[in-house]
């Protein structure tokens, strides 16, 4: 299992066009094979910025999702409303024993 984390700040102004536009795809997106879960979260104190936090059953699943016409087509919309670089994080779950 792969987690993946994106932080994304956004232009102030371009929230809202960033929500319409995920609120589009989130669905397809979750439909992917090997997308276990997908969830949207904003910053509790800054409510431009954003991150995902998505679970894959294996990191082929998320490559072949980042290789996909529908990351590539959310990607390029997406990096239009940015105000700053992009933040990603790969997690596996560890077992505490």
Not at 12 to 41: A, W, Y
Request: hydrophobic fraction near 40%; glycine fraction near 2%; charged fraction near 30%.
């Amino acid at each position: 299992m792969l987690i993946r984390i994106v932080r994304m700040t956004f232009i102030p102004e371009k929230t809202h066009d960033f929500l319409q536009m995920f609120d589009s795809i989130k669905s397809k997106i979750r439909n992917f094979e090997g997308c276990q879960r997908l969830v949207l979260m904003r910053d509790y104190d800054h409510s431009h910025i954003f991150a995902t936090y998505s679970v894959w059953d294996t990191a082929d699943h998320l490559e072949a999702y980042r290789k996909s016409e529908l990351f590539s087509d959310t990607w390029r919309q997406t990096k239009k409303w940015f105000n700053g670089k992009p933040i990603a994080y790969s997690f596996r779950e560890e077992m505490i024993v």
